[in-house]
């Protein structure tokens, strides 16, 4: 089984600050891209930004410059700082990874189970 679990979302005013992270544990021979998709009530899932095993980054134009996405591949895990945080960023933040459980498989898409992420003053 493979599980992705999210942590570090909470309610923070305006201007503020959040990192988010997300580590994937279970059977993974490997992991290809990484990344932080966002719900709002009422609306789609949305790409935040993304992350390549080998660093590159994409971020949706509504987040670039304020959010940094990382990762540590040796401990499986993805990160998103978010700075500059606008009550427009309120939504469930969604961890994804790409990963190959045996070397002979395909990659499959996970989800964590989403993390809140308020902004309000």
């Known amino acids: 089984q493979v599980q992705l679990v999210e942590s570090g979302g909470g309610l923070v005013q305006p201007g503020g600050s959040l990192k988010l992270s997300c580590a994937a544990s279970?059977?993974?021979?490997?992991?290809?891209?990484m990344g932080w998709y966002r719900q709002a009530p009422g609306k789609q899932r949305d790409l935040v930004a993304t992350?390549?095993?080998?660093?590159?980054?994409n971020y949706a134009d509504s987040v670039k410059g304020r959010f940094t996405i990382s990762r540590d591949n040796a401990k499986n895990t993805v990160y998103l700082q978010m700075n500059s945080l606008k009550p427009e960023d309120t939504a469930l933040y969604y961890c994804n990874a790409q990963i190959r459980r045996v070397i002979a498989d395909p990659a499959y898409n996970y989800w964590g189970q989403g993390t809140q992420v308020t902004v309000s003053s």
């Open positions: 279970g059977r993974i021979f490997s992991i290809a891209a």
């Open positions: 992350i390549t095993s080998i660093g590159v980054t």
